[in-house]
């Protein structure tokens, strides 16, 4: 299983889904905030997290972050 360090602790996680990238960019707002990771090669996730949340973690650009991606459904299209 994948683990992060947390502290002084380190958890086991149950994602499989684990991208390492760096913070470009976070737009704030009251409640919710969008914050847009740089993964390579061009490659652009984003996020939406609470305000808290981005103040918690000190999240600034620049910052090496990992991406977490759990997701019970995934879906697949294909142009007709």
């Known amino acids: 299983l994948p ?6 602790c380190i958890m086991k996680l ?4 684990i991208i390492n990238g760096n913070v470009v960019s976070i737009k704030k707002d ?12 061009g490659q652009i996730i984003t ?12 999240l600034q650009e620049g910052k090496a972050v ?11 299209a294909i142009e007709d």
């Open 66 to 76: 990992s991406v977490l991606i759990k997701a019970s459904d995934v879906m697949l």
């Open 14 to 17: 149950s994602t499989r889904n």
């Open 30 to 41: 009251t409640v919710a905030a969008e914050v847009q990771v740089d993964i390579g090669n």
């Open 3 to 8: 683990a992060i360090e947390q502290g002084t």
């Open 47 to 58: 996020s939406t997290i609470t305000t808290a949340s981005v103040e918690r973690l000190q």
